[in-house]
């Protein structure tokens, strides 16, 4: 979280303490399959609105503060960060300064320009949960709120898809040789091995390899880079070999599935300084029948044993952003059994995460649905029992996926980006808790 900033230290000061509410209950709420959750359910629901928007004024989130069950969360959830719980009374007096504060700056036309009084309350709520915060899951749960009208991709990102998605790799396509250089170039620029390995049998499978850097723990990535057939293209509102941006939107064949995927987690993966060990598996037949991946992914997965599973993508209701975390313990024949302890854990931060941007999130135990998928998918089919996997990326409900005008978001990258940082420190705490 900020550092409490002169000038504008009334509006940190309520982003702050907005941010501990969403993540304090993020942390603390069991999650029940199919429910749908953002910290401002627990608000009235004349409150809620602004709540989701992090602009509750001082002398609302006061009286927030002062209530039995938010008290009750707020040391909960500190409890599991190994911090003491809140001086209650203490809050409050702090509270009452810097609302009276505020009000005589106010009447006067002035400002407390270095925030003295705003800093005493941010010094008791706010100061020791950032860092405790940060220290264990990253920077991304304490930034300021990022407005979805206000969100798009990096340049870098965008460039990669653009990239990406002016191959042709649709079954009859003469883009997938290039792809694949590409993609093994551009990996083996941030640092990963790349084996392509297959080709004999058909469109070769991507087998990229990084050691940590500076986590522990081991986490394997699944994607492809094929895409079904453009259809009738003179039906789509945008050309579908090219990438457009349009109503804050992104347009392309495989946009959704899974280039726009690939390509911002490409560009989050050169943008985080710390990871884990990754593994990521990329194959080029998963629209037609993955007769490589089938092949090979049952002896390459059986080998391997990462403390996560991350699939090619995750989905967002279009309507209002909720974020779907699909997580699981990997049953026999793939029953989705509920998540072990640790992986819940994960589901809550990220659900904490999603909070913080404003959207909700619902939970459900299940894998991604690829039923339409020939052979159905090798990575699913081939998770080991016990694995622990999770789904979560950049598509919403509304990317019409092997339709016409097939399209994602632009605001959930930055997000994913988010996630994956989140991931990243989830694994290495786990790593290197005692089993």
């Known amino acids: 979280m900020n550092r409490i900033q002169m000038y504008s230290s009334s509006t940190h000061l309520k982003h702050g303490l907005q941010r501990v509410l969403a993540v304090s209950h ?128 990096t340049e870098g990102a965008l460039d990669d898809l653009r990239t990406l998605t002016a191959f042709d790799t649709s079954p009859e396509g003469e883009g997938n040789d290039a792809c694949v250089e590409w993609l093994a170039a551009r990996l083996g620029g941030l640092g990963f091995t790349v084996q392509a390995i297959g080709s004999d049998r058909g469109r070769p499978l991507l087998v990229a390899h990084r050691e940590a850097r500076g ?17 009738r ?35 989050a993966i050169a943008a985080l300084p710390s990871t884990p060990e990754i593994t990521w598996l990329i194959q080029g037949e998963e629209e037609t029948g993955s007769s490589v991946a089938q092949a090979l992914l049952p002896n390459l997965m059986r080998d391997l ?69 020939e052979g159905g998918c090798p990575f699913n089919r081939n998770l080991p029992a016990g694995a622990r996997y999770l789904a979560v990326g950049v598509n919403d409900s509304g990317a019409r996926i092997h339709g016409l005008d097939e399209s994602i978001p632009m605001w959930t990258f930055p997000l994913h980006t988010a996630e994956l940082d989140v991931i990243f420190r989830w694994v290495d705490l786990v790593a290197r808790s005692p089993s």
């Not at 009286?63 to 959830?77: K, P, S, T």
């Not at 203490?90 to 504060?101: E, K, L, P």
């Not at 509102?237 to 390509?263: C, H, I, M, Q, W």
């Not at 779907?324 to 998540?339: I, K």
């Open 215 to 231: 986590l522990a723990g081991h986490v394997v990535l699944y994607g492809h880079y094929d895409v079904t057939p453009f259809g």
């Open 305 to 373: 044993r990462p403390t996560l599973w991350l699939d090619e993508t995750g989905y967002h209701d279009h309507e209002d952003g909720t974020l779907r975390l699909l997580g699981r313990t990997v049953g026999a024949h793939d029953m989705s059994l509920p998540p072990d302890d640790a992986l819940a854990k994960l589901l809550q931060v990220l659900g904490a995460l999603a909070s913080r941007w404003g959207v909700p999130a619902r939970y459900e135990c299940r894998g991604l649905n690829k039923s339409v998928v």
């Open 233 to 267: 293209e003179e039906k789509w509102t945008y050309p579908p070999r090219s990438l457009t941006e349009a109503d804050a939107r992104l347009f392309a064949r495989g946009v959704a599935d899974n280039k726009g995927p690939l390509a911002c987690r490409i560009a």
């Open 26 to 153: 993020g942390l603390t709420h069991t999650w029940k399959a199919g429910e749908t959750v953002g910290w401002w359910t627990m608000l009235r629901p004349d409150e809620q609105d602004r709540g989701r928007d992090h602009a509750l004024p001082t002398d609302v989130l006061a009286l927030v503060y002062a209530r039995d069950d938010v008290r009750g969360m707020l040391d909960a959830a500190r409890a599991t960060l190994g911090l003491p719980a809140l001086d209650h009374a203490a809050v409050q007096a702090a509270f009452r300064v810097a609302i009276i504060s505020g009000k005589a700056h106010r009447a006067h036309m002035g400002r407390d320009v270095y925030g003295s009084s705003n800093k005493v309350l941010w010094d008791v709520v706010c100061a020791d949960f950032a860092r405790a915060v940060g220290a264990r899951y990253g920077l991304a749960l304490g930034d300021d709120p990022a407005p979805r009208s206000e969100s798009r991709p």
